[in-house]
């Protein structure tokens, strides 16, 4: 029941002419350092112009090593980028109007506020008042114009950040690339910067490549998300295919899936698995995933339990957790457990070892492969 | 405890300073201050002829020094996780080495080519190129160590800000290193003004600097006129460091506000 990814998105290695609305084309991009250390294995990617691109995957999947091939910093040992509708692979990373926010900001501590925004300009040659004025208006814009003549060291982690920002989208590049910038924040400020750096991708119409580690904030901030693993990609999509329809255990158990199960038997008439039995029409997959938000939890007796028919689940409560607007139980039945959510309405919660039901909606669940 | 150490250190310098002062030609009685043996100094051709020798070497050689060193530090960063890294250590080899094998070893080494070529006669020629060959290796070291100390990405922040490779050289390795680069000058200054045994064995005739000729008088005796000399070069040596010192505090507080 796996659904294929957007059009827009799904890399098609037939066609070899870049389209219009297609910020960057990768093709095949290959990366090793030394025998063991496969950075990327073969990646196709297509990522529209103006959107909002995340790469997501885990530390040391090659987010980093696959930015700085688009950057131009590092060169592919085999495969093909395209920005907008040139072939860059062989440019020299000064000659590539794309511009990096590290994940370590990489200001320059000779220089103060303006002289970093401004560095871009400098080496472009512009002449020194179109260079004040380009910084200012950006500066204005990142709201760190009040900053312009302080030195790094007397930033503070979220300024710098703000500066790294600011220093790339002066020069007004292509493609802004952004390598984990919020992972070093606190957990408010992180917030914040999230939906501010949303905002001003919305307001450029900028195509952002934004790489993290965290689903969470994929989802908040993506128009589509690229999971990697192991230098390969795994799925493409917008935030909620990717969700609701993860391609296979890997994307499922990122997203944050608790409740994927193998497959152990299927017939006309439903699937054996290790809670028990589910009823319905399924394809033919090695796993099925059932997300906490499809079940409702009951007593058991309850009459709701009694009408719902087949997929009910009985279980006892292993694990309670209060979340304060929900409720979030770990339920034992047949030979696994489940995790199922349920809102706080002031029901009251169910005892620990408290005899339950799950009643789930079928057409909420998925089957995958792999 | 700490004091005892201060005044080991500092007891013998302060004595120098203080004899140089004195009216009269004794180092046992302080009669009373005066400048004599200063204006003696001034007077006398040979010791303003060392002192010329002196300031030449150590200023040209302390120059080439900068220059070599810069670039070898540099060097030494950009080939560090190469095939030749380890050609790296080398560079510790003319610090390690006793003063005196490093001399015999230059002294045969020009004595030598002097013979083969007949153009590297002893003389301030050969003493500056024995300078600069261990002034560099410290420059390249304060230079390196600048540059492990920088994060990496921002050599990649240059390129990907559009900078080529000589824009990068011009507008941050360079502005960067400044603080390495001027201590390095003063160090590789304070170096050659310091050494005694390399410039005793690569001198000749005409060359002769003032250590060497602190080293030669001094077998006649020490003279107050000797403790004036050696007053003004630890004024020298530290109006050198404070200078460093200065400059980089001058620095700091430009890129301030
Ligand atoms: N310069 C390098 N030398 C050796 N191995 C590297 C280098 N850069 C990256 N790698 C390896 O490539 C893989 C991907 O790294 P990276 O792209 O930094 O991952 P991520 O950014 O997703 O954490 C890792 O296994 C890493 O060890
Ligand atoms: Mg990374």
Redesign the interface.
Known sequence: MTQPSSPTVSPDTADNTPRADTAIRLRGLYQAFGADAVALAGVDLDIPAGSFFTLLGPSGCGKTSLL?VI???DTPDAGTLHIGARDVTRV????RN???V???Y???????VAGNIG??L???GHDRATINDRVQKTAAFIQIDNLL?R?IDQLSGGQRQRVALA?ALV?EPDVLLLDEPLSALDAGLRSRLQLELLRIQRRLGMTFVFVTHDQDEAMVMSDYVAVLNEGRIEQVGTPATLYERPANPFVARFMGHANLFAIRARDATGLTTDFGRLAGEFARADHVLIRPEIMTIHAADAPEVASAGDNVIHGRVRERLYRGSRMEYTVAAGETELVVVDDNRGQGMFEIGAGVALVMETTGVVTLDG | MWYALLVLLYAPLAVVVVYSFNSVNSSADFVGVSLRWYRALFADDTILAAAWNSAVLALVSSMLATAIGTALGYGMYAHRARRLGWLIWLIYLPIIMPDIVYGIAQLSFFSRLAAATQIFDLGLGTMIIAHVSFQAPFVALLVYSRLVGL?P??F?????????AW?RAR??IL??L?PAIVAGFFLALTLSIDDFVISYFTSGPESVTLPIFIWSAIKRGISPEINAIATLMIGTVLAAAAITLAFQYVRHRQ???
């Open positions: 700085r950057a131009g910093l020299a990373a000064h000659k794309v511009n990096t590290f994940q370590s990489a200001l320059f501590g000779h220089l103060d560095f871009g400098r080496m472009h003549g030195r220093r020069n | 994060d990405r921002l990649d922040a240059c390129s990907d800000l559009y900078a080529n824009q507008f941050f502005p960067t400044q890129s301030g506000e």
